[in-house]
């Protein structure tokens, strides 16, 4: 009998190199990491026409699907929903396949009192002052989100703590970070019988 795969959820301040992190390891084939793309209700922006991250909706379209039970998690972060398609990540944990989220801590912890043997991993760029220092020189956030997302770094900050493991991604060092979480995965993905 085929084992379940491990679900694994990546979280973290921004400008921490979350998505670059897991974009790394599902190109690692002995992984065996599907990455789940997101619902949101963001614009789609330049970038996203290469991407495969996310599917767009409407306001609706978004709320008929928290309404019909088709949401894993979902949350509402900078004026827009992201959540995360139930059906897809059921359906590759069952195929063996290991999955994973990134997502934030309100998504975070949905998941985790849905599915408590999901292993959670923070990646944050620094202290709170080497991360604010990051989002108000960055050239990729706007201007008028700048504050915006430094008060959600302090809320994801002080989440930090719940969970299983805890990087740093320091600039410079994404190599390195990495490969930690390679180890975290491979500990923990199920093995095949």
């Known amino acids: 009998m085929k084992r379940l795969g491990t679900l694994f959820i990546i979280s973290g301040t921004s400008q921490a190199g979350k998505s670059t992190v897991a974009r790394a390891l599902v190109r690692e084939r002995a992984l065996k990491l599907t990455n789940i793309r997101t619902n949101t209700t963001r614009p789609r922006r330049a970038e996203d026409k290469q991407s495969r991250q996310y599917h767009f909706h409407s306001v609706p379209e978004f709320k ?5 039970g088709e949401l894993l998690e979902w949350a509402r972060v900078h004026g827009f929903y992201y959540g995360t398609p139930r059906r897809a990540v059921e359906r590759a944990l069952a195929r063996g396949r290991n999955v994973t989220l990134v997502i934030d801590y309100q998504g975070a912890r949905q998941v985790k009192r849905l599915k408590p043997e999901a292993i959670t991993i923070f990646i944050s760029a620094g202290s709170p002052v080497q991360v ?5 020189a960055s050239t990729h956030v706007p201007a008028s989100q700048k504050l915006a997302r430094w008060r959600s770094a302090q809320k994801e900050f002080k989440a930090m703590r719940e969970y299983d493991y805890r990087i740093m991604n320091r600039r410079g060092q994404l190599d390195e970070t990495v490969a930690r ?7 923990h993905s199920r093995r095949q019988p």
Request: proline content about 0%; hydrophobic content about 60%; cysteine-free.
């Open 181 to 187: 979480v390679r180890r975290i995965i491979i500990q």
């Open 132 to 136: 604010k220092r990051l989002i108000m």
């Open 64 to 68: 008929r699907l928290i309404a019909q």
